[in-house]
């Protein structure tokens, strides 16, 4: 039986991705993983997208400028230089327990291994702080190494965590992902994709939800898929994954902290 911890799009907002570790006791005062991590019997998830703020403000709460200008070498640098600090903090502690540590690779992630199109928040500020053609910094080599070991998806039986959507053409980041409206909508218009992917339960992140964790359940009132993108509401999904039971799911539920 384990405890699956699931995370939602930390989008470089640290603070608040630790603070959930923290309450959710996976982390200890030293920044590494607690025994119920270290045993496996607690199972960490963060579903991807680790990096670029997604607003002017939280540009403001990671560097402390005001206002935060992309078309600003230095603003970029310093951008760059905090989230590689917050960075090297989560590899430590991934690394202190890889067996029940798991992180997704996200769309924004992908794009700073990557870097063949600009994204951007909806004010306007380009995510460049990672790409020197525009001004930003390379990703230091050995947190590049780190970030392409992150899979696009893990399956336990029918269980599935990924960072969109079931649909395989959801894992791969390219130009017809960015023009697709399916990634952002397919909860809403296609939640039926999960039954048609022969899943029991999904965990998705990519899209915020009003009111935080959106927790989908069928017409018999089970529960089908979560979509968590809800950090910015104090927010993880709890589950408990049991092999050894008929019915292997249960406690699933949105937990504030």
Known sequence: MHKFICIGDVH???????EALRAASCIDAQGLATPPVQSGAYQVILIGDLVH?????????????????????????????????ELEKLCTYQRSAPHAIHILLGNHDDNILNPHLILGTSGGIKHVEFDPRRGGVHLPAHL????????????????????????PGHQHYDDLFYSDRSPKRWFRDTPEYVD?????????????????ILIHRDEQDRPRFAVIDALHTRQYLELIHDEGQQSSLRGIQAVPF
């Open 53 to 85: 703020p997604k607003s002017a403000q939280a540009y403001t709460r990671l560097t402390g400028l005001r206002p935060f200008d992309s078309g600003d070498q230095e603003h970029l640098l310093i951008a760059a230089r905090e989230q590689i600090k």
């Open 144 to 167: 590049r190494e780190w970030m392409q070991t992150f899979p696009r998806d893990i399956r336990i039986g029918t269980l599935q965590f990924t960072h969109v959507s079931p649909l």
């Open 12 to 18: 470089a907002d640290f603070p608040t991705m630790w």
């Open 196 to 212: 048609m992917a022969g899943l029991s339960f999904g965990v998705y992140g990519h899209t915020q939800v009003d009111d935080g």
